[in-house]
Every structure is written in C-alpha cells, then in structure tokens.
Nanobody, 122 residues
Framework: VQLQASGGGLVQAGGSLRLSCAASGSIFSINGMGWYRQAPGKQRELVAAITSGGSSNYADSVKGRLTISRDNAKNTVFLQMNSLKPEDTAVYYC?????????????????WGQGTLVTVSS
C-alpha cells in the first residue's frame, strides 16, 4: 500500500487548510484511514480516523474544527482543517489500516504516508 499525502503549508491562526491522501497498491481489506500528527518533541497522536462505512472519531483537541472525510471510489481521505491554532503545527501523517479477521484472530497492519508539514503562525 502506498499513501501519497498533500496539502500542508503555512497558514495564519484562524485560517484553513485541506489535506488529501490517496491510497494505491494492494488496498484490499483497507477499511480504516486516518490522520496522525507529530509535533516537535512530542509523540505521534491520532487526529481523526474514518472507516469505510463513514464512521469517524476525533481527538478532543480538534473536535469542531477539523473534519475527516473519504472518497471510497478514489481511495482518498481528506482532512479539512478550519480555525487552525498554533498548537496544530505538526507533521501530519496519513494512515491506512488493514484488518484481517479470522475465526481465531484479528490482525491489523498499519501503513503510513510520508508526512506533510502544517505550520500555523500566531
């Protein structure tokens, strides 16, 4: 699975950006896609995730400001970021998760994009 992310950049506080991530390759059983971010000196954290059925979840810090969506036909996930704050500054990573369930086990495999830098100036 290859993930190609785009859309990062520099924006002033209160501004907006839209990230995109297109998945290609062996995308069977990829049912979860999402965005993580990592700020300098901090651990990578989940920002938002969405299933193939459209169910989504968000980090508390971004609820009401960031919206995740996906186009299953194009195997693409988006992150619309509004009302951005300086603390949103980070490298944003696209994630795809393959879940393979059998009667005996559930195995999950994570795939990562190259990261795109979002910088929010105050």
């Amino acid at each position: 699975v290859q993930l190609q992310a785009s859309g990062g950049g520099l924006v002033q506080a209160g501004g907006s950006l839209r990230l995109s991530c297109a998945a290609s390759g062996s995308i069977f059983s990829i049912n979860g896609m999402g965005w993580y971010r990592q700020a300098p000196g901090k651990q990578r954290e989940l920002v938002a995730a969405i299933t193939s059925g459209g169910s989504s979840n968000y980090a508390d810090s971004v609820k009401g400001r960031l919206t995740i969506s996906r186009d299953n036909a194009k195997n693409t996930v988006f992150l619309q970021m509004n009302s951005l704050k300086p603390e949103d500054t980070a490298v944003y990573y696209c994630n795809a998760r393959r879940t393979i369930a059998t009667p005996r086990s559930v195995d999950m495999y994570d795939y990562w994009g190259q990261g795109t830098l979002v910088t929010v100036s105050s």
